[in-house]
Structure formats: structure tokens, C-alpha cells
């Protein structure tokens, strides 16, 4: 009496399709634990195949998320998966989406595009998949939106774009804090480190470079960000 019943635990072999370097088996099988936390995921490199076990709860989204991973290359722009809900993941439920880059082919950029989608503070987990360049995140709904966001404003190449004035509104309670992505003009570094700390002084937000494209990521209010917006458009610095 009292006893519950524990979810059935199977057992799946996944074939990769398009990976064929033993990185692209690691990647994917740590994104498959992390995100959908089966308790068994390995990689038997030799068969190039993928073995999971777990309750059968979570293998539907494991399927779904190697499916998203093991994809070939695209000439197309950035493309954005459907999403998917996970259930039972610590008794309550999470969404997963999986953001395919078009700018993000050189070298350390990928990471550097998670750490600033990291950094902001979208999504539980944020974790990269080499090729096809993407970014698989796990969170709320308002997460995956902020994320979605950022990647859109971030995945360009450098000097792309004249001007960005968008802005991501937080929902959050009893606040009413933005992001916004703001786009440099190309200059030396000592310059972009400068529009950095006045936006930090002047907006009194969280400001983050991005040196590649460049852009500055800011995070805080409105209002006081208008402000150190217009200081930074006086100073030249703005594109």
C-alpha cells in the first residue's frame, strides 16, 4: 500500500545522419543529457549511433532534439525550430528550442554568442552544436523569447545592419526593465571599450561588448538606457 508506480524505463539507438566527427557525437549526446535529463546517453562512435535509455517519458524528446541536432549544413539565412515541451522534468514543464546561425561559422563566435545569451539571463540552459552552427536553449516561454531576440539582433557579420533600435520588455513582476542591442560604429577597441563603461555610467544597466559585429548588449531601464543611448549617438558611436 502506498507504493507508486515508477514510469517504464526503455532503451532507443539513434543513427547519426550528417555528424561524422567524434566532436559532433560528443556535443550532441552531453545537449540530449543535459536537456532532457535521461539518466543514460552514450555515443558508440565506431556504429556512429547515439544509445539512450530512460523513463519513455523523456525519449520523445530526446528523438526530437537529435533530430534538430543532426541536420546538414544550410545555405539558407537563420532558421528557428518549432520548439518543443518538455514534461516531467522535475514535475513541471520546460520549452526547448534549437537556433540554427547563419553568421556564427568562425571560430570562438558561437561560444561567444551563448555566453551574451547566457550573460542576459535567457534560459535555463544555453548550449552550442558546432555544425550546423546552433544554440539549443531550455526555459520559460519569456526566456526563449529574450533569446530569440538577442540571436536575431547578434547573428550578423560584422557591419551588418546601419542602425538597431529594437527592445525585448521584460515581464517580470513589479519591474519594467528592456534589453536592446545597440550597434557600433567599426573603431578601435579603446573606443569600444569607452562606449562600453559610458552606456554602463550613463544608463546605470548591465552592458555587455560585443566586439566582433560590434554592439553593445544593455539591460536595465528604459529610460535611464535612452539617456545614455543619446549620449552615445552624440559621441559619434552609434551607427
Not at 558508440?44 to 528523438?63: D, F, H, K, N
Not at 545555405?75 to 518543443?84: F, K, L, P, T
Not at 540552459?125 to 536553449?137: C, F, K
Not at 526593465?177 to 555610467?201: D, G, I, N, S
Request: glycine share 10%; net charge neutral.
Amino acid at each position: 500500500m502506498g507504493q507508486t508506480v515508477e514510469a517504464p524505463w526503455v532503451s532507443r539507438e539513434l543513427v547519426f545522419r550528417h555528424a561524422d566527427t567524434a566532436q559532433q557525437f560528443r556535443q550532441a549526446a552531453g545537449i540530449v543529457r543535459v536537456v532532457t535529463e535521461l539518466p543514460e546517453v552514450s555515443v558508440l562512435e565506431t556504429a556512429g549511433r547515439l544509445r539512450l535509455r530512460g523513463p519513455e517519458a523523456r525519449m520523445e524528446a530526446a528523438e526530437w532534439l537529435f533530430g534538430q541536432l543532426d541536420r546538414p549544413l544550410e545555405r539558407e539565412a537563420r532558421a528557428e525550430s518549432e520548439g518543443h515541451v518538455l514534461r516531467e522534468v522535475r514535475g513541471d514543464s520546460k520549452l526547448v528550442r534549437v537556433f540554427r546561425l547563419a553568421r556564427a561559422g568562425k571560430p570562438g563566435r558561437l561560444d561567444a554568442l551563448a555566453g551574451m545569451v547566457r550573460n542576459v539571463g535567457a534560459g535555463e540552459w544555453t548550449l552550442t552544436y558546432s555544425s550546423p552552427p546552433s544554440i539549443v536553449m531550455r526555459g520559460t516561454a519569456q526566456e526563449l523569447e529574450l533569446g530569440s531576440f538577442l540571436l536575431g539582433e547578434l547573428d550578423r557579420g560584422p557591419g551588418e545592419g546601419a542602425s538597431s533600435g529594437s527592445e525585448f520588455k521584460l515581464r517580470e513582476s513589479g519591474t519594467a526593465l528592456a534589453v536592446r542591442v545597440m550597434l557600433l560604429r567599426a573603431m578601435p577597441h579603446e573606443e569600444l571599450r569607452q562606449a562600453e563603461e559610458e552606456m554602463r555610467k550613463a544608463g546605470k544597466a548591465w552592458v555587455a561588448l560585443d566586439a566582433e559585429l560590434p554592439a553593445l548588449v544593455v539591460k536595465g531601464w528604459p529610460e535611464l538606457m535612452e539617456a545614455g543611448q543619446q549620449k552615445l549617438k552624440d559621441r559619434g558611436w552609434l551607427r
